[in-house]
């Protein structure tokens, strides 16, 4: 099982259909696709939006073709950006999708106006954080402050009725704020203010997804979120799905074994039967 894949129709290295073999190869139940949705500006790792339509085919034509060995689910990983919503889903194809993935990987700068808003992005690598800081005056808490509060609007903001609302990588911010050493004083009230915001407004949402792509491939000792934060989500009954954000076949399950085992460690649910059968419009 695995909800969030990336492939060659975006960022991702390999073609769809590796991913369905590999994962039939794996006796995986359920497969996802979560093709980066087109955004509103050019960014080099998202779907183009001429390329939308023939995503869409090529799921289509998976889904049917592998029905009895693997059940496909055709998704987008679509990006809130505040002032705009959740600007893809003004495109029919997107709205055709078995189910969502919700992210943040862009902040607006306080600067912009809502109206005309600009934005920088949270995750790329270090220098783009560090041109993030800078409409930010170089203000960890500001910075963690505008994410927090991005992150509740992303909650609260609707997508087509019934559609299933997973979070994606809640605490992604952490991945480039860790390197300044500010945030050691700061990440108590960061988790503090995450998880009451996920708590508050549980009925926005599907699912918290626990991604494991910090772990194996981003040299982080915890997966998105943090461990502390997943086992008082898990202690509340918020329903936590398990994906690793593949941008290649092989790495379908990778670092499920040590997330699962650490989560087992800490807390009382049972992630083996963290399925997708309830994954429904
Ligand atoms: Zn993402
Ligand atoms: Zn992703």
Redesign the pocket.
């Known amino acids: 099982m695995n909800l969030h894949t990336h492939t060659d129709f975006c960022d991702g290295k390999s073609s769809p259909e590796d991913f369905v073999k590999k994962a039939i190869s794996l006796e995986f139940k359920y497969l996802g696709f979560s093709a980066?949705a087109p955004l509103p500006f050019l960014c080099d790792w998202s779907l183009p939006t001429e390329r939308l339509d023939s995503y869409c085919v090529e799921i289509a034509r998976l889904k049917a073709h592998y029905q009895k060995k693997l059940q496909i689910l055709h998704g987008f990983?679509i990006d809130f950006l505040e002032g705009m919503g959740f600007p893809c889903l003004t495109e029919d194809a997107v709205c055709g999708a078995d189910f969502f993935i919700c992210?943040i990987?862009f902040l607006k700068t306080p600067q912009s106006a809502i109206t005309s808003p600009k934005f920088a992005e949270i995750?790329g690598n270090y220098a783009q954080f560090m041109l993030a800081m800078k409409s930010h005056q170089y203000s960890l808490k500001k910075i963690l402050s505008n994410y927090l509060n991005a992150t509740e609007q992303m909650i609260l903001t609707p997508l087509v009725a019934g559609m299933v609302k997973i979070i994606?990588?809640v605490d992604?911010i952490v991945l480039n704020a860790t390197q300044l050493p500010e945030f050691e004083g700061l990440s108590e009230w960061f988790y503090e203010e995450l998880f009451n915001i996920l708590i508050q407004h549980r009925g926005h949402y599907h699912s918290i997804e626990i991604n494991t792509r910090a772990l194996y491939k981003k040299g982080l000792s915890q997966p998105y979120p943090r461990y502390n934060l997943l086992e008082m989500l898990a202690n509340q009954n918020v329903p936590l799905i398990i994906n690793s954000?593949a941008h290649h076949p092989s790495e379908l399950n990778a670092g499920y074994k040590e997330t699962v085992e650490r989560l087992e460690s800490l807390t009382t649910i049972n992630i083996k039967n963290l399925h997708y059968k309830w994954l429904k419009k």
């Open positions: 980066h990983e992210s990987h995750d994606g990588h992604k954000d």
